[in-house]
């Protein structure tokens, strides 16, 4: 007669395997039977209220602190811009001109942004430090500026 083919390991094995599935069965009927005698949670338990600082509460919130909000308040998305006109010709100091070149940047005193020039939006020659007035126009680099006048 031949030894057994089952090793102490596998036996060892094999037992902790149905441990753990007998175990996992009774779990199962707790669970059954722990629902049936409860009758599950009721709709009640499972309400919760918002209160008027935006806290969850289990209670109801006071209808007397109740706040009235009209609909035509309520704005979704970006508010519209206020349209409002301003003066379209700005002041500005020259930072820097390039006279070889043709070109230099202009400080705006509003927003103190440096606005690119160039001699052809010019009435006459500029030099650094000059007080100028002129219009902001949008080209496909950035802002420039046009109608570029001497201050004096």
Known sequence: MGKSQETFNK???EKKRRKKKLEKLEKREARKLEKNNSGGSSLDDMIAYIDENGNISDSPPDPTKKKKVK???IVLGIPPKEDFEEDPVRTGKVKFFNEEKGYGFIIDNESK????VHMNNCNSDLHEKDRVTFELER???GLSAINVKLVE
Do not use: G
């Open 113 to 116: 942004d440096s606005v690119f």
């Open 139 to 141: 080209s496909p680099k």
């Open 71 to 73: 609909v035509e308040d």
């Open 11 to 13: 036996k060892e094995r």
